[in-house]
C-alpha cells in the first residue's frame, strides 16, 4: 500500500510538473533568455526564485528608494501608480506571475478552451494562472484597463489565490465582490476599480510571459513591490541589489535624523558628502544600533567599503 502511495505521488508530482510547463505560452527556454541576467535559482517553469530572505526584506524598503535605485541603473519603466486597493497599509510583494488577457473573439477562445482541457484545464480562463501559483508568487495581470465586465477575480477566486500563493494580486482590470474579498486576513489587491459585473468577452492569451501594466514592463519572476504609492517591478538580477541600497539609505536616513535630532550635525553637513568624522561617527552609532541593522553586519560592511557616501 506504502508503494502504491508514492508511485500515485510520483505521477500527480510528474503530471503537475509537465502541465505547468504546458500550460505557460512561451518555452521554458525563451524565458530563460529573456532573464539571463539572473543567475541564479530558476522555477521549473524558468521564472527567476528571487530569495525568501529577499522578499521578507522588500517589504520593509520604500518604493521611492527602490525607484531610485533602477533609475540609476538605465531601468526607466519598472513603475506605475493610481491604484486602487482593499487595504493601504498591506503591502504586496512577491514574485511575479504573469498573465496576458485580451478581448475574446469566438474562434480563439474556442481553440483556447479545447487545447486547455485537453491539459486538465477546466472553468473559465481567468482561473488558470491561479493553478500555477506558488508560495510567495503574486498573480500580475493585464486586464487591458477593462472594468465594466473585466472583473478577473471575486471573492471565490481571491480565497483561492490567498490559499496558493499567501499573496495578493495586481491586475490592469477590475475585480468584483470587494467586501468578500476584504475578509481575507492578509490578502490585498490591487486594481482599476471595482465592479459587481461578471468577467465577459476576455480570454486568457499569455502565462508567464512579459506583459505591460500601466507604463511599466514585467517580466515573470520580478519582484513586485506595491504599496499605497504605486507598484514597482523590480528585475529579479535587480532584487538583491535593490533592497541592499534601499535598506543603507533607510539606515543612513536613521543615524541623519537622531544627529539632527540631538543637534551634533547640521542639515547641510547631513545632506552632503559625508566626512570622515561623520562616517565615523555612524560606524559607532551601528555598534550601539545593531538591531537597526536589517541585513548580516558583513554585508552592511562590504556594501559601505563599495559606496562613495
Do not use: C
Request: hydrophobic content about 40%.
Amino acid at each position: 500500500m506504502k508503494i502504491k502511495s508514492i508511485v500515485a505521488a510520483a505521477l500527480f508530482l510528474s503530471f503537475n510538473f509537465f502541465s505547468s510547463l504546458h500550460a505557460q505560452t512561451i518555452s521554458k527556454e525563451e524565458l530563460i533568455f529573456l532573464t539571463s541576467e539572473w543567475k541564479g535559482e530558476r522555477f521549473p517553469d524558468g521564472r527567476p526564485k528571487v530569495s525568501d530572505d529577499l522578499i521578507r526584506r522588500a517589504k520593509e524598503i520604500a518604493i521611492e528608494e527602490a525607484w531610485v535605485v533602477l533609475q540609476n541603473e538605465g531601468y526607466n519603466a519598472q513603475f506605475d501608480a493610481n491604484w486602487k486597493m482593499i487595504h493601504q497599509d498591506v503591502p504586496i510583494v512577491g514574485r511575479a506571475l504573469t498573465a496576458q488577457f485580451m478581448p475574446s473573439r469566438p474562434d480563439v477562445e474556442k481553440n483556447i478552451k479545447e487545447r486547455g482541457a485537453k491539459n486538465g484545464r477546466i472553468g473559465n480562463t481567468n482561473s488558470w494562472p491561479i493553478d500555477q501559483l506558488s508560495k510567495g508568487d503574486v498573480y500580475v495581470a493585464d486586464g487591458f484597463g477593462k472594468i465594466a465586465q473585466g472583473t478577473l477575480i471575486g471573492d471565490n477566486l481571491g480565497n483561492s489565490i490567498y490559499a496558493k500563493s499567501g499573496n495578493g494580486v495586481v491586475f490592469d482590470a477590475s475585480a468584483r465582490d470587494l467586501e468578500g474579498l476584504s475578509k481575507i486576513e492578509g490578502f490585498n489587491a490591487f486594481v482599476r476599480d471595482w465592479d459587481p459585473s461578471y468577467l465577459k468577452d476576455v480570454v486568457l492569451m499569455g502565462l508567464n510571459t512579459p506583459i505591460r501594466i500601466g507604463r511599466a514592463i514585467v517580466l515573470p519572476g520580478d519582484l513586485v513591490l506595491a504599496k499605497r504609492e504605486g507598484i514597482i517591478f523590480i528585475p529579479a538580477h535587480l532584487a538583491e541589489k535593490v533592497v541592499l541600497t534601499a535598506e543603507f539609505i533607510a539606515i543612513r536616513d536613521k543615524f541623519g535624523i537622531t544627529m539632527l535630532k540631538e543637534g551634533k550635525y547640521t542639515p547641510g553637513q547631513i545632506d552632503s558628502q559625508w566626512s570622515d568624522k561623520l562616517k565615523d561617527d555612524f560606524l559607532k552609532w551601528l555598534d550601539k544600533n545593531p538591531k537597526e541593522i536589517p541585513m548580516k553586519r558583513s554585508e552592511l560592511d562590504e556594501y559601505m567599503k563599495k559606496r562613495t557616501w
